[in-house]
């Protein structure tokens, strides 16, 4: 993805990424720690650029250029917004897209998609979590300038408008290219929410945004009123947004008193504890959060404070590990400088944030993949725990540091049914494809059912869909496998129905077809159906 510069261009931004160092912390970010002794190298090292190197150099452009380069060495998620772009970078809370429905961050010079909306134009393509954008309709993602404004200009349009994304999978040796249609969403917060059986509510947040408290406390409510006396809250897949949200949300369980999370700098301005006031009001109900390894900022607050204070059960797989606080500067040309300011700490005294001490290799970046190698996602006793990082709960569980939050209850990844047709499938956007087109010739009779459950009961035999679906994916260019077809039968059924109930009845339909097949949301409710989500969880 990196495109080589000339050594020229390498010299002149080194050059002024060090002058620009500087000039950033003595005018803009802390004035009151002006390095003196180094202003006359500064304006040395400006002055030679301008004055005796060989080509004619735009100092303004190099000092754009040079900003991002010394912010990489900081830590993974310090970042630079330039003036042209900061309008539009706001104007999309935490990095949404909503024409193409994807969160998208930039780390490494390399555009990571980092959640899906549900449903969404990508969703329906058949991007993922975790693929690498590398071309933008044919264009080289290393050509581009890669600020959050420039990508979202070229990503966005009318809608019915199509873009083209080239990507790279983890996994999967050549590049996919998908062809999205832009259709501009209106992005819920919470995915979903149902009564699971007659005394469990499920609740799915995908980020916490400013409306999320809102709507989830409407959630537990209305399912409480449905018979709910227990929740299961699913974070599986949700990268954060707010930690005032959460800490709200955290505070519904909790009683008075009670740490929810505190954060520590090196200013005394960003110090602060944030404690439970007694005001909640689900404080008596049993409840399992649902984590995994892209779970991660205020999910892991959440959850960290719920471990803690021994609220709630923790089912699935380490979450991601990201623990900074990071505040907004904005630089008198109206650029910005998103910085990392404090850590967050759970109650127990845990550091939310994975170590990025190597920042100057791929290690960090590609640390979910180190993961997945190391067999940490399969099996529980692949985890990796620094047992010098041990902390106690508030009634003596122990708990473990350095990085990410580890469940109460492992759940490995499902590979049951996982064949290379089905990834070949998958990668190519069938299964979505496929249940759309469905939708779009039966909707007169779709559209007259009352809801999912009837849905299943009238669908055709599975035989014939797996059948019908297998010629699909032939006519394109998918020959059937049929030993591979029928090791995969169910996930394929099943992915299949989810689509199109979430088509005809929403997001609730989606989950409830799926969940019925999900490992993690079984497990949880085993639990919870023999009361091991009681307070205070003992070991």
């Known amino acids: 993805m990196k495109k080589k510069l000339p050594i020229w261009l390498t010299i002149a931004i080194t050059l002024v990424a060090f002058a620009a160092g500087f000039l950033i912390d003595r005018h803009y970010l802390n004035p009151s720690s002006r390095r003196d002794v180094a202003d006359p190298k500064v304006k040395a090292i400006l002055d030679l650029i301008t004055e005796e190197y060989v080509d004619t150099v735009n100092l303004d452009e190099l000092m754009e250029r040079s900003i991002p380069f010394i912010l990489r060495g900081l830590d993974p998620h310090t970042s630079y917004f330039d003036a042209q772009n900061t309008k539009i970078t706001r104007s999309q809370p935490n990095g949404v897209i909503p024409d193409i429905g994807v969160v998208l961050i930039i780390f490494n010079d390399t555009i990571h998609v980092e959640c899906i909306v549900p449903a969404g134009p990508s969703d329906i393509a058949g991007i993922r979590p975790g693929d690498c954008i590398v071309k933008i309709d044919g264009q080289p993602t290393a050509n581009i300038k890669k600020t959050s404004g420039e990508i979202y200009k070229l990503l966005s349009g009318p809608n019915g408008s199509k873009v083209t994304l080239s990507v790279k999978r983890h996994g999967y040796p050549r590049v996919l290219d998908f062809t999205v249609t832009r259709n501009r969403i209106i992005k819920r917060t919470l995915d979903s929410y149902y009564m699971l059986d007659k005394s469990t509510g499920y609740v799915k947040v995908n980020q916490f945004e400013r409306s999320t408290y809102k709507e989830f406390v409407q959630a537990l409510t209305q399912l409480q009123a449905q018979g709910a006396k227990r929740f299961m809250i699913d974070l599986r897949g949700n990268g954060g947004g707010y930690m005032e949200i959460a800490v709200l949300m955290a505070n519904e369980f909790l009683p008075p008193g009670r740490p929810i999370v505190s954060t520590r700098g090196r200013r005394k301005q960003y110090n602060h504890p944030y404690n439970s006031d007694g005001k909640g009001q689900f404080q008596n109900v049993e409840l399992a959060v649902l984590i995994d390894e892209y779970s991660a900022s205020a999910s892991e607050i959440f959850a960290g404070a719920l471990q803690d204070n021994d609220r709630a059960l923790i089912v699935g797989r380490r979450s991601f590990g990201k623990g900074l606080v990071q505040n907004d500067f904005t630089l008198p040309d109206s650029s910005v400088i998103r910085l990392a300011v404090a850590r967050y700490y759970t109650?127990?005294?845990?550091?939310?944030?994975?170590?990025?001490?190597?920042?100057?290799?791929?290690?960090?970046?590609?640390?979910?993949?180190?993961?997945?190698?190391?067999?940490?996602?399969?099996?529980?006793?692949?985890?990796?725990?620094?047992?010098?990082?041990?902390?106690?709960?508030?009634?003596?569980?122990?708990?473990?540091?350095?990085?990410?939050?580890?469940?109460?209850?492992?759940?490995?990844?499902?590979?049951?049914?996982?064949?290379?047709?089905y990834i070949d499938v998958e990668n190519a956007g069938l299964l979505q494809r496929f249940a759309f087109a469905y939708c779009e010739r039966n909707r007169t009779t779709l559209e007259q059912m009352s809801d999912y459950k009837q849905f299943l009961r009238t669908t055709p035999i599975d035989n014939d869909i797996i059948k019908e679906f297998a010629a699909f994916a032939a006519t394109n260019g998918i020959t059937p496998r049929w030993y591979y077809i029928n090791k995969s039968r169910d996930l394929i059924l099943t992915k299949i129905k989810a689509i199109i109930a979430h088509d005809i009845f929403g997001p609730e339909g989606y989950s409830a077809i799926v969940n019925r097949n999900d490992n993690t949301v079984q497990e949880a409710l085993k639990a919870l159906s023999k009361h091991k989500a009681a307070f205070p969880i003992t070991d």
């Open 347 to 421: 109650p127990s005294g845990r550091c939310i944030q994975k170590n990025y001490k190597h920042l100057e290799t791929s290690y960090y970046d590609d640390e979910l993949l180190e993961r997945f190698k190391h067999g940490e996602l399969y099996n529980k006793d692949s985890l990796r725990i620094d047992k010098s990082q041990a902390y106690t709960t508030q009634h003596g569980r122990t708990v473990y540091g350095g990085g990410g939050i580890i469940p109460d209850i492992f759940v490995a990844r499902d590979t049951t049914g996982i064949t290379n047709y």
